[in-house]
């Protein structure tokens, strides 16, 4: 899951809320559901529309009509599930810078090659493409408002197909 942000109030009467985004989120695209978890409850709720304001979203819930339902909503943290993940990384990886955890810039994201079971990040640099796969040993870190995905590739990786 990704941490996406926080309900910090409602809005309106009629069952919108205000989610509060983190610095890693960046909405660029529709969202279709959100999982909500809280101290003591959690729920996946889909989403009817979603309004972007500065650094909060506008979300009307298609299950949550009145106000009240909403503020039972409020400190709610928000996350992306995995399937919407997958579709939100997908949809955006392209000019992504890549940087190891060292620190070193490979390049920038040229293509998400993803056929069957198999994904791949095409990555150019200067002079060469670099194949790296999409794997959670790989990439560690993927900084939505940077563009930036963090990895720590195994020994080898940058020479292996150049």
Known sequence: MFY???ILKTRGNNGEVVLRTSPDFS????????F??????ERTLNIKSINEVGDDLIIKFTDIDTITD????IGYSAYLEDEEINTFKKDNLVDYKIVDIAGNL?????????EGLTHILEIED??????????ENIIT???IKEKTI???PPDGLRTLNK
Not at 27 to 34: E, K, M
Not at 106 to 114: A, L, M
Not at 126 to 135: E, F, M, R, T
């Open 4 to 6: 996406i942000g926080e």
């Open 150 to 152: 963090i990895i720590d």
């Open 36 to 41: 909500l978890k809280s101290k003591k409850h």
């Open 141 to 143: 870190e993927i900084k």
């Open 70 to 73: 909403a503020y039972r909503l």
């Open 126 to 135: 200067d002079a060469n493409v670099i194949y790296i796969p999409y794997s």
């Open 106 to 114: 490979w390049g920038r994201v040229i293509n998400d090659i993803e």
């Open 27 to 34: 909405y660029t695209r529709s969202i279709h559901s959100i």
